[in-house]
T-cell receptor
Framework: EPEVTQTPSHQVTQMGQEVILRCVPI?????FYWYRQILGQKVEFLVS????????KSEIFDDQFSVERPDGSNFTLKIRSTKLEDSAMYFC?????????????FGQGTRLTVV | DQQVKQNSPSLSVQEGRISILNCDYT??????FLWYKKYPAEGPTFLIS?????DKNEDGRFTVFLNKSAKHLSLHIVPSQPGDSAVYFC???????????FGAGTTVTVRA
């Protein structure tokens, strides 16, 4: 069964450092997303990406964050200067169509720990 | 973002019995609703969905009911199995949304 894959599974970084979280969405999917879940809190939307551009972003997704689809298979989330409060599980997701009528499939997540 | 609410943080049920999880929403523009299941250290896994044009959708042991007038949906799992022990998230989207809005989750524990 096709799945969304994320690497690395766990990333530890020093505060102020840049991190890149990587994702390979399901191959025929057209919509891509990043969500995060801070320990003990709800799953929060960060950004959606369609047709090579950001289609929607949350207030969390400030200038420190960026996304890129550098080739036909990868989808990355970059945090330029990490803060302690960026520590969370980051989930990549993809969907075949609009979320108005189809489900998103999630990866296993990357646990980001900022020290 | 409190538009999707799961007011019961946890639910304990005997194996073989029915699990009923509830979800309320405040935004009347939501018209597509989903349930996801999540094990620790894994990503959410899609379970079942329902469009606002329906009031019930069934898939095996899982049934979702939608009451639009009450802005309420529920997930029924019957019979509950030990492998159903997980966190269950309710999620919703609007027609022009590029995102899902999630509830806080309900932790289900199925007792043998």
């Amino acid at each position: 069964e096709p799945e969304v894959t994320q690497t690395p599974s766990h990333q530890v970084t020093q505060m102020g450092q840049e991190v890149i979280l990587r994702c390979v969405p399901i191959s025929n999917h057209l919509y891509f997303y990043w969500y995060r879940q801070i320990l003990g809190q709800k799953v929060e939307f960060l950004v959606s990406f369609y047709n090579n551009e950001i289609s929607e972003k949350s207030e969390i997704f400030d200038d420190q964050f960026s996304v890129e689809r550098p080739d036909g298979s990868n989808f990355t989330l970059k945090i330029r200067s990490t803060k302690l409060e960026d520590s969370a599980m980051y989930f990549c997701a993809s969907s075949e169509g609009s979320l108005a009528y189809t489900e998103a499939f999630f990866g296993q997540g990357t646990r980001l720990t900022v020290v | 973002d409190q538009q999707v609410k799961q007011n019961s943080p946890s639910l304990s049920v005997q194996e073989g019995r029915i699990s009923i999880l509830n979800c309320d929403y405040t935004n009347s523009m939501f018209d597509y609703f989903l349930w996801y299941k999540k094990y620790p250290a894994e990503g959410p896994t899609f379970l079942i969905s329902i469009s606002s044009i329906k009031d019930k959708n069934e898939d095996g042991r899982f049934t979702v009911f939608l009451n639009k007038s009450a802005k309420h949906l529920s997930l029924h799992i019957v019979p509950s199995q030990p492998g159903d022990s997980a966190v269950y998230f309710c999620a919703a989207s609007r027609p022009n949304d590029y995102k899902l809005s999630f509830g806080a989750g309900t932790t289900v524990t199925v007792r043998a």
